[in-house]
């Protein structure tokens, strides 16, 4: 597939749910979901993958992917943890094929340099749409080396979110999920592009510095004197979860 500029149509994704999105803003509903050990990290300083989560909470992020458009991950995630991105649940792949939707939603990438594997799960697993936004001056390498795979999309240089979902809204993406990693939450966060956070806290310490937090630095808009909205707090077995709304299109209670 070849490149297409940030903001031209595509074939329509249909919605998944009934968040439309309002023409005030002209983007889709931003859904950031991220586990953490009690001290802030999303994983440790070893090469191997650090389970956060549990069972119980898997099946529920699973539903929540069920619900949305797209999935988005950035291209660190898929080096780091090679996901599949994918509706495991056969039930929820089923109801949304009934729903005359594809068994999963779009996967998201966003790369800054290109450096991408095209042997990734990512790009082999599943017959989801797969949709690479790329800065600017690796466009031309990046859509070599994926061809055929995935398409490739100039989203500026630096990489914009605000032209990522703009172009995703043009493809009819309503609702997106952003599983991740780090730099990318931070991104749509400095930005004030979220309208939802699921945070899980693990019931552990990592206590290494050398791990990856959350996010890092950075300006946020919801500090001490403009503090997020908790929606609800619900333990699912041995993890928490905590639900803030980012902006007044999240709704209270539980979601749906």
């Not at 070849?2 to 859904?31: K, N």
């Not at 995703?168 to 592009?193: D, P």
């Not at 609800?232 to 709304?245: H, K, P, S």
């Amino acid at each position: 597939m070849g490149v297409v500029p940030a903001g031209a149509a595509a074939t329509a994704v249909p919605a998944t749910t009934a968040t439309a999105v309002p023409a005030s803003t002209g983007r889709p509903y931003v859904l950031l979901s991220c586990a953490t050990s009690i001290d802030g990290y999303i994983d440790d300083a070893t090469g191997e993958r650090l389970l956060l989560s549990n069972a119980e909470d898997m099946e529920r992020i699973d539903a929540v992917r069920a619900g949305c458009d797209a999935i988005l991950v950035g291209a660190g995630t898929i080096r780091a943890d090679d996901p599949r991105l994918m509706v495991r649940s056969a039930r929820l792949r089923a109801a949304r094929q009934a729903a005359g939707l594809p068994p999963s939603p779009v996967k998201v990438t966003m790369t800054a340099r290109g450096l991408l594997d095209p042997q990734a799960r990512f790009f082999t697993v599943g017959d989801a749409e797969k949709v690479v936004y790329c800065a600017g001056p690796a466009v031309d390498k990046t859509t070599e080396l994926l061809s055929g795979l995935a398409t490739v999309v100039d989203a500026g240089d630096p990489l914009d979110p605000a032209r990522v979902l703009a172009d995703l809204a043009g493809r009819g993406v309503q609702r997106l999920m952003v599983e991740g990693g780090a730099s990318v939450h931070a991104q749509f966060l400095t930005a004030g592009l979220a309208d939802e956070l699921h945070l899980v806290v693990a019931p552990f310490f990592v206590g290494d510095r050398r791990a990856p937090r959350f996010v890092g630095d950075g300006a946020f808009p919801w500090h001490p004197g403009r503090r997020a909205r908790l929606a609800e707090v619900r333990q699912i077995g041995d993890v928490v979860l905590m639900r803030y709304a980012l902006s007044e299109r999240c709704p209270d209670g539980v979601p749906g």
